[in-house]
């Protein structure tokens, strides 16, 4: 799935610990912010979207944060698919995680935060 959603454009969003962030596309960056991590991951996903929708498929975006790094696919309607070890594993939690390094919890954490259902990959 992840060769599926084409690596043009180059989407990158950094979220910072202080309610902001910045989104790269193809080098050119714009900064968001909002009242809490959330809103600040809201206002990324609209611009991605944005990106979306101008192509008219789904998009690559590297996400990072203090708690590591995600790849996302991000399609015009706004859903949001994580294109990494969810998909790899079919969405066993405790494959993720032992495949990352990282407890099951933090799995969950990164799952809600970006709005995914490991029972999607689920087979």
Do not use: K
């Not at 910072?16 to 960056?29: E, F, K, M, Y």
């Not at 494959?95 to 087979?123: I, K, P």
């Amino acid at each position: 799935m992840t060769d599926a959603v084409p690596t043009f454009p180059r989407i990158e969003a950094t979220i910072a610990a202080d309610q902001t962030g910045v989104v790269a596309i193809n080098g050119v960056s714009q900064a968001v912010s909002g009242a809490d991590d959330q809103a600040v991951r809201a206002e990324i996903i609209a611009l991605v979207t944005a990106t979306a929708i101008e192509f008219n498929r789904p998009v690559r975006l590297t996400t990072r944060d203090a708690l590591g790094e995600q790849i996302l696919a991000v399609y015009p309607d706004g859903h949001v698919e994580a294109l990494t070890a969810l998909t790899e594993h079919r969405g066993n939690v405790s494959e993720v995680a032992r495949a990352l390094h990282c407890t099951r919890m933090q799995v969950h954490r990164w799952t809600n935060r970006f709005g995914v259902s490991a029972d999607e990959y689920r087979v």
